[in-house]
């Protein structure tokens, strides 16, 4: 996937019980996939902004587009490509260190920036956010040190002005 097929939907919907299932329910009846998708209240009082990241060209965005404008519940369809965007993603890693590498492992996350939330006898949380490539190689490199458990939230992102 090269940046110039990454697009971000930005949904205002309502937030009401089944919004996500009818949208969700949208991209499986066209055979689109999502990439990720995330979901929040926002600056509008009973509304939610959910953001969709999917791969496609300029005509399958427009029908994507299109598509999700016919939803009752979904009030507002902003579309905007990577190039033109702030993304981030946040993700949670259960680490088991061994005792002898922790020091190395500590050096590694301060480097980053990335805080250790919860430690354990035999084990370590940490907070990692960054675009989404960023996490990957960033899992890449801590992987020596006994990854347990990783949950991420998929990317949200905002449109650059």
Aim: proline share 2%; with cysteine; hydrophobic share 45%.
């Amino acid at each position: 996937m090269t940046d110039s097929d990454k697009n971000y939907l930005s949904l205002l919907v309502s937030d009401t019980p089944g919004v996500l299932q009818r949208v969700s329910g949208l991209f499986s009846r066209r055979s689109y996939n999502i990439d990720s998708v995330t979901v929040g209240g926002c600056e509008k009082t009973s509304f939610s902004r959910a953001i969709v990241a999917v791969q496609g060209d300029e005509q399958r965005m427009a029908q994507i587009g299109s598509q999700l404008n016919k939803l009752i519940d979904v009030v507002e369809v902003n579309r905007f490509g990577a190039a033109s965007a702030i993304a981030r993603e946040l993700m949670l890693v259960r680490l088991s260190p061994p005792a002898e590498k922790r020091a190395e492992l500590q050096s590694l996350l301060d480097l980053f920036r990335f805080p250790i939330i919860e430690t354990a006898v035999d084990s370590l949380i940490v907070q990692v956010t960054g675009d989404k490539e960023k996490n990957d190689a960033f899992l890449a490199m801590i992987a020596r040190y006994g990854i347990m458990e990783i949950v991420r939230t998929g990317e949200t992102a905002l449109a650059r002005h």
